[in-house]
């Protein structure tokens, strides 16, 4: 049996925070992600923490978490904490770290999947805050296994997957563990909404 290494709770907690303090003329704010307003990243987190719960309990849905301003559920701010608090207590399910799982097609070892979860809650969660003025929080233990996944994926010159990051920022050696994280996924750690 695997042990679990990581438990999500905790980002999927600071994910809910931030949405909570998201406020309705702040829908249509722009965010670190190009193209991508407030209300498509919100509907992106709710996509994404259906998917990844799924993909705990070795229930796969076969299409990627879309993002969509005209797709978020009007119900969001009710969804997206409760599927934040399911998809913390699936991975926290011995059974979810066994085996092989996927999200949007894509198939893994599920401790693989659970740390690309873990990626997708803490940068997209960055961007969140940072869209929305608010304070970030992360646990230098969750960055630091992000961090090691996103330098397999696009660290030492390697260009991600189309679709998965931006093209690495350059940073510092010695910057914090979260702006090598925000770096090395296409985002600029100083980042800051454009005046309104």
Do not use: Y
């Amino acid at each position: 049996m695997t042990t679990t290494t990581l438990d999500l709770g905790p980002q999927a907690a600071e994910v809910a925070r931030l949405a909570a303090g998201v406020r309705d003329d702040q829908l249509d704010a722009p965010t670190p992600c190009v193209d991508t307003p407030v209300a498509a990243l919100l509907d992106h987190l709710v996509g994404l923490s259906l998917a990844f719960r799924l993909a705990a309990e070795k229930r796969p849905e076969p299409a990627p978490p879309a993002a969509s301003a005209d797709a978020l559920v009007p119900d969001w701010r009710e969804r997206l904490p409760r599927q934040l608090d399911e998809l913390a207590a699936a991975w926290r399910a011995p059974e979810a770290w066994e085996g092989m799982t996927e999200v949007g097609g894509v198939t893994m070892p599920a401790p693989q999947i659970a740390v690309v979860g873990l990626d997708e809650l803490l940068v997209h969660g960055w961007d969140l805050a940072a869209a929305t003025g608010q304070e970030f929080r992360v646990a230098d233990a969750d960055a630091d296994a992000c961090l090691g996944f996103a330098d397999q994926v696009n660290g030492g010159g390697r260009v991600s997957p189309p679709g998965l990051f931006g093209p690495a920022v350059p940073v510092p050696d010695d910057a914090p563990v979260l702006d090598r994280l925000l770096a090395l996924t296409g985002r600029d750690p100083g980042w800051t909404p454009p005046a309104r």
